[in-house]
């Protein structure tokens, strides 16, 4: 965020395969969990990509021939953040910051009026262990954020961000003052849903092609290239009363 300029702006970023790559950690931290959610070994985990843990949660209790009752959800939450928490040094020398993910988020703090936070399918607690371990939690309000512990499909924890940037900041966000950076197609249809402009990148599991199909506005092969991430978020979040032409 730029001092003492006026905040027009909010961009959202995904976590997961956009700024950093943690599968590995995630994996074990869901399988411990998971033992002692339920008392035996993990076998099968849902596939998460997109997708916010309370889905990944349900669906893996599924697989596992587990039938959900309501005390699951709660359990197994709280069972996944002591998990992961106790695996927050092995993040950085197991996990990987993706190419340009820092230089990026510091780029565009500099660009006046943006505020920057997440939009994530990750409990908050992990959200932020993640960030943090990677230096990544100083360019980003956090408290802001849509995180997955909140139960809300992700085009609902947009709103929800978009609400307390606009309470917090006094800012009018809408979809024309709104972008989302992502790798991953299913947020770019939820991104639609809730209301934005979306930026792909195509450093996780959806292709370019995938990306552009689910309606990206721009798409980038990384975030490699500093200038283009900040000249796309400057010509997609653009408040209509600023607008020409």
């Given at each position: 965020?730029?001092?003492?300029?006026?905040?027009?702006?909010?961009?959202?970023?995904?976590?997961?395969?956009?700024?950093?790559?943690?599968?590995?950690?995630?994996?074990?931290?869901?399988?411990?969990?998971?033992?002692?959610?339920?008392?035996?070994?993990?076998?099968?985990?849902?596939?998460?990509?997109?997708?916010?843990?309370?889905?990944?949660?349900?669906?893996?209790?599924?697989?596992?021939?587990?039938?959900?009752?309501?005390?699951?959800?709660?359990?197994?939450?709280?069972?996944?953040?002591?998990?992961?928490?106790?695996?927050?040094?092995?993040?950085?020398?197991?996990?990987?910051?993706?190419?340009?993910?820092?230089?990026?988020?510091?780029?565009?703090?500099?660009?006046?009026?943006?505020?920057?936070?997440?939009?994530?399918?990750?409990?908050?607690?992990?959200?932020?262990?993640k960030l943090t371990a990677f230096g990544l939690d100083r360019h980003l309000d956090l408290e802001i954020g849509g995180y997955g512990s909140e139960n809300f499909p992700l085009g609902t924890l947009l709103q929800v961000a978009r609400r307390r940037a606009a309470e917090k900041y006094g800012a009018p966000f809408d979809e024309s003052t709104t972008v989302l950076i992502t790798d991953a197609a299913r947020e770019v249809s939820a991104a639609r849903i809730g209301g934005a402009a979306v930026i792909g990148i195509s450093s996780g599991h959806n292709t370019q092609a995938d990306l552009r199909a689910a309606g990206a506005d721009v798409v980038l092969a990384d975030l490699q290239d500093n200038a283009a991430v900040v000249r796309s978020v400057e010509e997609l979040a653009v408040p209509f009363d600023r607008r020409t032409g």
């Open positions: 965020m730029s001092p003492g300029a006026p905040i027009h702006r909010l961009v959202l970023w995904s976590i997961d395969r956009t700024l950093v790559d943690v599968g590995r950690i995630t994996r074990d931290a869901y399988a411990e969990a998971f033992q002692r959610v339920v008392d035996r070994p993990l076998v099968r985990l849902a596939p998460s990509v997109g997708r916010t843990d309370s889905e990944v949660i349900f669906e893996t209790l599924a697989l596992n021939g587990v039938d959900p009752t309501e005390h699951h959800l709660p359990e197994f939450t709280r069972a996944l953040a002591d998990a992961f928490a106790r695996r927050s040094n092995q993040l950085v020398p197991q996990g990987r910051l993706l190419p340009g993910a820092r230089e990026s988020l510091a780029a565009l703090q500099h660009v006046p009026g943006v505020v920057q936070t997440v939009l994530t399918g990750n409990i908050r607690a992990n959200a932020i262990v």
